[in-house]
């Protein structure tokens, strides 16, 4: 463990007070790190990963097998760059707008608003469809965000699909040629 080291003189002159070296052996420490360590280890939990299950449909050649969804049941948003979220309701007379995303909690009063909107007039909250949209210069965060306010609002209808010109006209307000 700990030794001290007295050197012994042999003169019989004036004593003095004697300074003593220790040494210490720290080979004990070496094993009760050792044994910290494997206790941690063996202690604590690793995080599991989280993932979001999401019901694909089975890929099929046909796109005649898209389903025709009336322009009032439907909510079409659009992930913007700058964590904008661009939103319409309808295509022919579309109700157009925008909430910063920058906080995801900012889309859930969207959503609450517009399926109660859909449950007034069809009777049922289920009845709305959204559909989400991605811009190129939008962020994979923000994808993720409005996915879990749909888990978070209980919506059960909605549907991941491709950004297209038609969309930029509507949420720019651009006429198309």
Known sequence: MAEMDVPDKGDGGKKRSKKMS??????????????LITFFMLATTLSKPQSMELN???????????????ESKALTLILGENDTLHYYIGVTEPEVGFIDFSVPKNAEA??????QAVARDWGDKDELVV???AMAASRYKNLVNILDE?????????????FTEIDSFIIYDIKPE
């Open 131 to 133: 559909l989400i949209k």
């Open 110 to 115: 969207l959503l609450y608003e517009r399926q």
């Open 56 to 70: 694909v449909p089975a890929k099929t050649d046909d796109d005649d097998d898209k389903p025709e969804i009336k």
């Open 22 to 35: 220790t040494r210490v052996d720290f080979t004990p420490m070496v094993d009760l790190g050792f044994l």
């Open 150 to 162: 749909m888990s978070i609002v209980n919506q059960r209808r909605y549907a991941i699909v491709e």
